[in-house]
């Protein structure tokens, strides 16, 4: 199954839970795995996900930040729907033991996790610009 790459080629942390994802695909599908221990994986990381995103949603973020952010938020949210909606589609295999299902579930994923690490990149500009035009108005003064 295909392999994690950073929007940058750079790795960010996201990308470890991609590889995690496929290696338990990998795992059921070659029967190292049994249903069971699929479904345990599948429930920790649907729990994780949930944790993530309520962890996300519960920074409060300033009004006058919120413009500035609306880039990095609506395509940080579309990465996190984009997990749910793969691991929904993977654990659909659980019923019906297609791989069909796994590779769509996947490939949702994977747009995810790149959609996280886009919003992770716009972050770190973001970040750059703000820092970058403090240090000018402080050199100006």
């Given at each position: 199954m295909g392999q994690a790459m950073g929007g940058n080629n750079q790795p960010e942390m996201i990308d470890r839970h991609l590889?995690?994802?496929?290696?338990?695909?990998?795992?059921?599908?070659?029967?190292?795995?049994?249903g069971d221990q699929f479904a345990d994986y599948i429930d920790q990381?649907?729990?994780?996900?949930?944790?993530?995103?309520?962890?996300?949603?519960?920074?409060?973020?300033?009004?006058?930040?919120?413009?500035?952010?609306?880039?990095?938020?609506?395509?940080?949210?579309?990465?996190?729907?984009?997990?749910?909606?793969?691991?929904?589609?993977?654990?659909?295999?659980l019923d019906e033991p297609e791989i069909?299902?796994?590779?769509?579930?996947?490939?949702?994923?994977?747009?995810?996790?790149?959609?996280l690490n886009e919003a992770m990149r716009i972050n770190r500009d973001n970040y750059k610009r703000v820092e970058t035009m403090y240090r000018e108005s402080s050199t100006m003064s």
């Open positions: 590889i995690e994802v496929e290696d338990a695909c990998q795992k059921v599908v070659s029967g190292e795995w049994d990381l649907a729990e994780k996900l949930q944790e993530r995103e309520n962890f996300i949603r519960q920074i409060e973020i300033p009004p006058e930040a919120i413009e500035d952010m609306r880039e990095e938020l609506e395509v940080g949210f579309s990465g996190i729907a984009h997990w749910n909606d793969g691991v929904a589609r993977i654990a659909q295999f069909a299902h796994l590779e769509e579930g996947l490939e949702l994923c994977r747009q995810g996790n790149d959609l």
